[in-house]
């Protein structure tokens, strides 16, 4: 089992020294920052620490999930004002006033973040914004509490923390946990999981994966982690007024993860330390720092789109072979896939759906049996791909059922037919093309977790198991469809064809009772093609239904069991391959012979 060159992935747990040696380095010179003697820039580095606490934990919202959260300066300020205020006012210890604020950070996290589940890119990030507005102003007019322009001092610590030196040290240990906890997060199928939520969120729900509570998880731990930095930065300030928390500090936050690239840990981390020090250096353009900020990311954008994770990806710049096959191997079908004595049919009953004025499916009823290929066939818009849709949950028919069995599946929730036991592709592949090849396919296996956010981020024993576990079992997936070479590039590099077969390796991780592939041949070779019948046909005979839609009449007939030939939404036809091609109404509405 290739370990070593797995770990050395992007979104690779950081397994072997190499991987771990940048951040043992930057540990390292800041531990040893204090010995030069320079205060003022153990200050400064004092200042990079908390700013980073604050992005570690917002670089999984933004950079991993996708989201446009640029107002975070507001939990940066409450975090601050509710550790002053218990110290200052109720005499609370500093810590349990830390810790307070970390609470009180969770709590406004979810607030920040409940716009974000139907709310989009720049209408989420005014939102953000907007929260900022209102946390800054309510602590101008809450004077009683807050001091209103007057502030507030900020936490005294006891010793050893009271001195510059003894709070450095206690920033850099916490900003070392935030970036264990964050690794940790990145590198679990909860960042898998957000990472596909950003780049291919259709995929990522027929894989199971629950939008909702993912975010708002991520959300929560952003949220505390934004908390902790605000009292760390009202300890640092000494006194804090509402004029401490301007937006140059949000654009900063928003911008470190931008430049730092997405999907990278230690990019956004290199890049916070750059921006914390960079008005140090041009301290008579401070004026203009919003302005060098915006200057930087434009920069950044136009040269090196990827950020400073693409400049130091060296992997994704070396060539990859030429002339590869896709070779699957059959025999490792019985080592992912096993199932029990009693199986049950995938039913659809008397199901339509409109768009508007457009009948797309009109009255349909289908059975799909275990150990079956299912073909699914017809002309452009009779509906097909609909069909799938509403068996997957991302059409909500207007009437019918569906169901497995005894069992009426729900119509929409779409995260929930993985668990069901139904698995798909997509007519263009939904891949995360910034992952590797492994990642990819280990989204799939999203469901089989059981280990929670928590242990993940403190990786505790269930879930090193279960990250071991699935990353044999996305191994296995990747040598059934004979990929396993290329299991530590970069999905964006690969071949149409591959990805073609990582998309049915990442369907077959949960084990589906049921694979829908949607013109899983489109683009392939005769040869390409040819071995994937054999391989659709082999995964049928293990005891998974497939429904096929395809349009390749040629693979249709000579891998289904079933036919059936779907026009305008109704069925036109349904029978044996042989049957099919006899019946004259489908040799004229669609075969065309």
């Not at 640092?236 to 004029?243: G, K």
């Amino acid at each position: 089992m290739p370990y070593i060159a797995l770990a050395r992935t992007r979104l690779a747990v950081p397994r072997s020294m190499f991987a771990a040696l940048p951040y043992f380095a930057l540990l390292l010179v800041a531990l040893a920052l204090p010995l030069a003697g320079q205060e003022y820039w153990t200050v400064i580095a004092t200042r990079a620490a908390i700013y980073w606490v604050l992005v570690s934990g917002l670089n999984l919202v933004v950079g991993f999930a996708g989201q446009l959260a640029i107002g975070y300066v507001a939990l940066l300020t409450l975090g601050a004002y509710t550790a002053s205020v218990l110290v200052e006012r109720a005499g609370v210890h500093p810590f349990l006033a830390l810790a307070a604020a970390a609470v009180v950070g969770a709590m406004a996290g979810v607030v920040v973040g409940l716009p974000a589940l139907r709310l989009r890119t720049f209408y989420f990030a005014m939102t953000t914004l907007g929260f900022a507005t209102i946390v800054t102003q309510v602590a101008l007019a809450w004077t009683g509490v807050t001091g209103g322009g007057i502030g507030v001092p900020g936490p005294s610590l006891a010793a050893p923390f009271d001195t510059a030196q003894g709070f450095y040290l206690l920033c850099i240990a916490l900003a070392a946990a935030c970036t264990w906890m964050t690794l940790n997060a990145a590198n679990s199928r909860f960042g898998r999981s957000l990472v596909a939520i950003r780049d291919a969120e259709v995929a990522a729900e027929a894989c199971g994966v629950a939008k909702a509570r993912l975010l708002m998880l991520v959300f929560l731990f952003s949220g505390a982690l934004a908390g902790i930095a605000g009292g760390l930065f009202a300890t640092l300030q000494s006194y804090i007024t509402p004029d401490a928390f301007t937006f140059d500090l949000s654009v900063l936050f928003f911008i470190a993860i931008l430049i730092g690239g997405r999907g990278s840990v230690l990019g956004p981390l290199l890049a916070t330390l750059l921006l914390t020090a960079l008005p140090e250096f041009a301290a008579p353009l401070v004026a203009w720092s919003t302005f060098l900020y915006a200057a930087l990311l434009l920069v950044i954008v136009l040269l090196v789109p990827g950020g400073i994770a693409d400049v130091l990806d060296f992997r994704s710049r070396r060539a990859l072979p030429s002339g590869r096959a896709v070779v699957p191997r059959i025999q490792l079908l019985p080592a992912l896939l096993s199932y029990g004595v009693s199986r049950d049919d995938l039913t659809l009953r008397g199901i339509a759906l409109s768009f508007g004025a457009v009948r797309a499916i009109d009255g349909l009823d289908l059975d799909l049996r275990p150990g079956e290929v299912h073909g699914l066939i017809g002309p452009n818009g009779s509906g097909k791909t609909t069909t799938l849709n509403a068996i997957c949950g991302f059409a909500v028919p207007q009437s019918g059922t569906v169901r497995i069995g005894g069992t009426t599946l729900p119509l929409g929730a779409a995260p929930r037919r993985a668990a069901a036991g139904i698995g798909r592709t997509f007519q263009t592949p939904r891949i995360v093309g910034e992952a590797s090849v492994i990642d990819n396919v280990m989204i799939g296996g999203t469901i089989l977790g059981r280990a929670t956010l928590i242990e993940t981020l403190l990786t505790l024993p269930r879930h090193r198991r279960e990250e071991a576990a699935l990353r044999d079992r996305a191994m296995t997936a990747l040598r059934l469809v004979g990929l396993e070479a290329l299991a530590a590039i970069r999905a964006d590099r690969l071949q149409h064809s591959e990805l073609r077969f990582v998309e049915i390796a990442r369907a077959l991780m949960p084990t589906p009772r049921f694979l829908l592939l949607d013109e899983p041949a489109a683009g392939l070779s005769a040869i390409e093609i040819e071995r994937l019948g054999q391989l659709v046909v082999a995964i049928s005979r293990q005891g998974t239904g497939v429904l096929l839609v395809e349009h390749h009449a040629d693979l249709i007939f000579a891998v289904c069991d079933r036919v059936t030939v779907l026009n305008l939404g109704q069925t036109l036809a349904s029978g044996t391959p042989a049957e099919i091609q006899a019946h004259r109404d489908v040799v004229e509405a669609y075969l065309g012979r």
